[in-house]
């Protein structure tokens, strides 16, 4: 158990070394971005996909009327944008910019 948590250790050194080469951030950025962030954006994920289903009957009901979208902005909002959060913004942003978009400048 000690040389897995060795060698994540060095793993996770690795990527901020040479993460902060790039961009220049400190690397507890990283660190609290792969220990806290990411985890709570998964977390965020299935729970979102776990009520989305829950709540479908009623969103069902929602979508008799036009614009007929429901289903689309129930799914952007409790699966979509939390699994972006978590698996498609780049390491260290934390905030989309205008149109909606994790990017690193």
């Known amino acids: 158990m000690k040389i897995k948590i060795l060698?994540?250790?060095?793993?996770?050194?690795?990527?901020?070394?040479?993460?902060?080469?790039?961009?220049?951030?400190?690397?507890?950025?990283?660190l609290i971005d792969v220990i806290l962030y990411r985890p709570l954006g998964l977390i965020a994920t299935v729970t979102g996909s776990a009520v989305f289903v829950a709540i479908s009957p009623l969103t069902a009901l929602a979508a008799i009327?036009?614009?007929?979208?429901?289903?689309?902005?129930?799914?952007?909002?409790l699966i979509m944008k939390p699994a972006k959060y978590t698996f498609d913004r780049p390491m260290g942003v934390y905030y989309p910019d205008g149109d909606g978009e994790y990017r690193r400048y």
């Open 7 to 30: 060698i994540l250790a060095i793993i996770i050194f690795a990527v901020m070394s040479t993460a902060h080469a790039e961009d220049q951030q400190p690397p507890a950025v990283y």
């Open 65 to 77: 009327s036009p614009p007929h979208d429901a289903f689309e902005k129930t799914a952007n909002l």
